[in-house]
C-alpha cells in the first residue's frame, strides 16, 4: 500500500531532490581521494549496504550519510517532525537499525568502516 503524505507542494518538490548517490559530501571526498591517487569503487555492491565509497586496496568501506536520514542526534530531532510522523519516525529508526547491522557485517569482515555524516564532514 502507497502511503499517503500530507505535504504542501514546496516541501514536495524540496523532496524530490533529494538523491541517495553522487550527493555533494560524497562527491567532494571522491575527488579529493582520486585527486590523492587513491582508488575506488562508487556503491559497491559486493559489500553489506552498498557503500557510498569503496577503497578495496585496503577494505575500507565510506557510508556519506545525511544526519537526519540516518537518525543523528535523532532524540532532539524527533519531536520536531511534525508531518507523517509515522512514516518518518518508522523509516528513520529502520534505517539506523540497518546502520547497525550492515556495520556489524562489514566490521566482521574485516572491513574497516568509515561513517561520515553530511554536516559534521565539513569537506
Do not use: C
Not at 502507497?2 to 571526498?29: C, R, W
Not at 507523517?84 to 534505517?95: A, G, L
Amino acid at each position: 500500500m502507497k502511503y499517503k503524505f500530507d505535504t504542501t507542494p514546496e516541501k514536495s518538490k524540496q523532496m524530490a531532490k533529494v538523491h541517495s548517490k553522487n550527493g555533494k559530501d560524497e562527491v567532494i571526498l571522491r575527488r579529493l581521494l582520486w585527486h590523492y591517487g587513491v582508488r575506488y569503487r562508487t556503491n559497491y555492491k559486493e559489500l553489506p549496504g552498498k557503500p557510498d565509497i569503496a577503497i578495496t586496496k585496503y577494505k575500507v568501506a565510506v557510508f556519506v550519510d545525511g544526519e537526519f536520514w540516518h537518525g543523528y542526534e535523532w532524540e532532539k530531532h524527533k519531536p520536531r517532525i511534525k508531518r507523517n510522523r509515522d512514516y518518518w519516525i518508522y523509516k528513520i529508526e529502520y534505517n539506523m537499525k540497518h546502520d547497525h547491522e550492515v556495520n556489524k557485517q562489514l566490521k566482521d569482515s574485516q572491513q574497516k568502516l568509515l561513517d561520515s555524516a553530511e554536516k559534521s564532514s565539513e569537506l
